[in-house]
């Protein structure tokens, strides 16, 4: 019996040792930041360049046969970008950007790749169109994926929910994710940006991002937000992140990473190059 309690008491002590001297979970590093800048990045990326796919894709009428919409929208699409070739098939459009001469540039981004459009509902108040990316690229990314986009006319908003597979060209760099983001316009109207509340998350070089984002302000030509903040959660352990994001000046984004205590600062430029402020 006495033996049985020593062994009891040296079991408890041995357990109570080993917490008290379990290390706290590391702080973030200065690397794990910028990595997680990174992948925001990337992924935002891909989301602009659908966006503005998506954008050009609005302008039909309400409430007229799907069919006719169809027609409208082809004909604003070859006005506004000639390089592109358009296939129409009942209420889906084929477009194959930079096929033919002529300018392939919508809001400051210059396509390439294959896009279908379906508008599947165009009722007063009940808009519903699909839409399908076949290594759609602006010479910096290459989108690949679907989306669906609905329409809220009593708010002046979009819903865009996306499967999407992306990859950096200049290095190969490749992200696997999803999303359901709403967008309104900025105060400057369409040409300026939109403003997106909503979700993503990927796959990605280091695993698993989830990232709540919180309205931000992105521009067509920007890399990253100029305004608002993002909930990122990390697959390093412990360590979620928010990042918030400031303009600078017309080039230039400050974006700040913080963990707990831990905050640092970068500065991303128009082209995407990040370094520390």
């Given at each position: 019996?006495?033996?049985?309690?020593?062994?009891?008491?040296?079991?408890?002590?041995?357990?109570?040792?080993n917490?008290?001297?379990?290390?706290e979970?590391e702080?973030l590093?200065?690397?794990?930041?910028?990595?997680?800048?990174?992948?925001?990045?990337?992924?935002?990326?891909?989301?602009?360049?659908?966006?503005?796919?998506?954008?050009?894709?609005?302008?039909f009428?309400?409430?007229?046969?799907v069919?006719?919409?169809?027609?409208?929208?082809?004909?604003f699409?070859?006005?506004?970008?000639p390089?592109a070739?358009?296939?129409?098939?009942?209420?889906?459009?084929?477009?194959?950007?930079?096929?033919?001469?002529?300018?392939?540039?919508?809001h400051?981004?210059?396509?390439?790749?294959?896009?279908?459009?379906?508008?599947?509902?165009?009722?007063?108040?009940?808009?519903?169109?699909?839409?399908?990316?076949?290594?759609?690229?602006?010479?910096?990314?290459?989108?690949?994926?679907?989306?669906?986009?609905?329409?809220?006319?009593?708010?002046?908003?979009?819903?865009?929910?996306?499967?999407?597979t992306?990859?950096?060209?200049?290095?190969?760099?490749?992200?696997?994710?999803?999303?359901?983001?709403?967008?309104?316009?900025?105060?400057?109207?369409?040409?300026?940006?939109?403003?997106?509340?909503?979700s993503?998350?990927?796959?990605?070089?280091?695993?698993?991002?989830?990232?709540?984002?919180?309205?931000?302000?992105?521009?067509?030509?920007?890399?990253?937000?100029?305004?608002?903040?993002?909930?990122?959660?990390?697959?390093?352990?412990?360590?979620?992140?928010?990042?918030?994001?400031?303009r600078?000046?017309?080039?230039t984004?400050?974006?700040?990473?913080?963990?707990?205590?831990?905050d640092?600062?970068?500065?991303?430029?128009?082209?995407?190059?990040i370094?520390?402020?």
């Amino acid at each position: 019996m006495v033996m049985r309690k020593l062994i009891a008491l040296l079991t408890v002590t041995f357990l109570l040792l080993n917490i008290s001297c379990k290390p706290e979970d590391e702080a973030l590093t200065a690397a794990e930041a910028r990595q997680a800048l990174e992948e925001s990045s990337l992924s935002s990326q891909a989301a602009t360049l659908i966006n503005g796919t998506v954008e050009i894709s609005t302008n039909f009428t309400i409430g007229q046969a799907v069919e006719q919409a169809a027609q409208e929208l082809r004909d604003f699409i070859t006005s506004q970008l000639p390089c592109a070739e358009i296939t129409l098939a009942n209420a889906t459009l084929t477009i194959e950007y930079g096929v033919n001469g002529g300018n392939c540039t919508w809001h400051g981004q210059t396509y390439s790749g294959s896009h279908s459009v379906t508008i599947n509902r165009n009722d007063d108040g009940d808009v519903l169109v699909s839409h399908a990316w076949d290594e759609l690229s602006n010479q910096v990314m290459s989108v690949t994926g679907t989306a669906t986009v609905t329409w809220s006319f009593a708010e002046g908003s979009r819903n865009v929910t996306h499967e999407l597979t992306w990859t950096r060209l200049f290095d190969g760099r490749q992200g696997v994710g999803s999303g359901n983001r709403t967008h309104t316009l900025l105060p400057g109207g369409i040409v300026e940006g939109i403003e997106i509340n909503g979700s993503r998350n990927w796959e990605g070089k280091a695993g698993q991002w989830d990232l709540d984002i919180d309205g931000v302000e992105v521009r067509w030509i920007d890399p990253v937000p100029q305004a608002g903040s993002y909930s990122l959660i990390t697959p390093f352990d412990g360590k979620d992140l928010t990042l918030t994001f400031e303009r600078v000046d017309e080039d230039t984004i400050e974006v700040t990473v913080s963990s707990g205590s831990a905050d640092y600062s970068f500065l991303v430029s128009k082209l995407g190059l990040i370094e520390e402020a």
